[in-house]
C-alpha cells in the first residue's frame, strides 16, 4: 500500500551533520504522521522523532533534542531528518515510518509503514 525509500545515511566524524530523507509513494492520503527510529546494535529501537502533516507539529526524543530536526514536504510525501552536532552514541540503523494512527507516536508499534533502515555511523 505504502513503500517507503530512505537515503542519506553514511559516515561521518563526530561533530558533523547528515540529512536523512524519505519519500513514501503508493496510497499515502490516509498517512496522519511520520516518524524516525533507530537501533544499533544490542539495543531495540528506539523512537528518535516525528511529525504530523496536519500542523506540521514535531516531536523528539530527549536524546536528540537541540541536535535533530524533523520537516516535512506533503506535496512531495517526503519527511527529512537533518542530523547535527553528531556524535558516536547515534551511530545506529536509521528508519523511516508511517502511520494513520495519529497517537502515540513515540511508539513503534503504531506505525504500519517501515522503511528498509539506512545506516548512520558517527566516527570518534
Known amino acids: 500500500q505504502v513503500q517507503l525509500a530512505e537515503s542519506g545515511g553514511g559516515l561521518v566524524q563526530a561533530g558533523g551533520s547528515l540529512r536523512l530523507s524519505c519519500v513514501a509513494s503508493g496510497r499515502t492520503l490516509g498517512n496522519y504522521a511520520m516518524g524516525w527510529f533507530r537501533q544499533a546494535p544490542g539495543k531495540e529501537r528506539e523512537f528518535v522523532g516525528a511529525?504530523?502533516?496536519?500542523?506540521?507539529?514535531?516531536y523528539y526524543a530527549d536524546s536528540v533534542k537541540g541536535r535533530f530536526t524533523i520537516s516535512g514536504d506533503n506535496a512531495k510525501r517526503t519527511v527529512y531528518l537533518q542530523m547535527n552536532s553528531l556524535i558516536p552514541e547515534d551511530t545506529a540503523v536509521y528508519y523511516c515510518?508511517?502511520?494513520?494512527?495519529?497517537?502515540?507516536?513515540?511508539?513503534?508499534?503504531?506505525?504500519?509503514?517501515w522503511g528498509q533502515g539506512t545506516q548512520v555511523t558517527v566516527s570518534s
Open positions: 515510518a508511517a502511520t494513520g494512527t495519529g497517537w502515540g507516536l513515540t511508539q513503534p508499534s503504531v506505525y504500519t509503514y
Open positions: 511529525i504530523r502533516w496536519s500542523g506540521a507539529n514535531t
